[in-house]
């Protein structure tokens, strides 16, 4: 079994080679740019442009959207598990983490949300899963308000600097670096 590595944009190359991953998920701003880590095939690279918010309308900010989720879910489907999957944001404490939701129901939808969201909270004290990305996950996955329930009861992580990648195992045992 393998996991899925969530971590800030400044640590992607150091998590992608010491965790041997060769598929990324990035969700970042559409500004936002960065060198993709070498290690990760270009062709396995999902490239999503939101901003860390929780409603549309904001100015010029691109709030989650379906079709940001069903490419997470889709992407994650067709992830080979042979390796682990990078997910990653700006800080790597509200959109990846949420993502690594999306993606572990994604790939094992019967395991229990609330075990789930305890293995995250575990795993990092610090991830505040981004809300609207875990509404529309919960609906895409069909998870019947179980994910968003699962989320609010983990409540909100403590303070962060944007420096604490961790490991969150697809189903039974967590890994913390």
């Known amino acids: 079994m393998t996991a899925i590595v969530v971590s800030p944009l400044v640590r992607i190359a150091e998590m992608a080679v010491r965790h041997g991953a060769s598929e990324m998920i990035s969700l970042m701003a559409k500004e936002q740019t960065f060198h993709r880590p070498a290690v990760i095939k270009a062709e396995r690279h999902l490239l999503l442009g939101m901003n860390d918010i929780s409603f ?3 100015g010029d900010l691109v709030a989650p959207q379906e079709t940001h989720v069903r490419d997470i879910i889709d992407f994650a489907r067709n992830w080979d598990r042979t390796a682990p999957l990078l997910i990653h944001c700006w800080m790597g404490v509200s959109r990846s983490p949420a993502a690594a939701l999306i993606a572990a129901l994604a790939v094992h939808p019967e395991q229990d949300d609330l075990a789930l969201a305890h293995r995250l909270r575990t795993a990092s004290p610090y991830a505040t899963p981004n809300a609207r990305l875990i509404m529309i996950g919960d609906q895409m996955l069909d998870r019947k ?3 968003v329930d699962a989320v609010k009861a983990i409540g909100r992580g403590a303070d962060a600097d944007g420096n604490a990648p961790f490991v969150l195992s697809l189903q ?4 913390v670096i």
């Open 145 to 147: 308000g179980r994910l």
């Open 172 to 175: 039974a045992e967590i890994g």
């Open 56 to 58: 549309p309308g904001t």
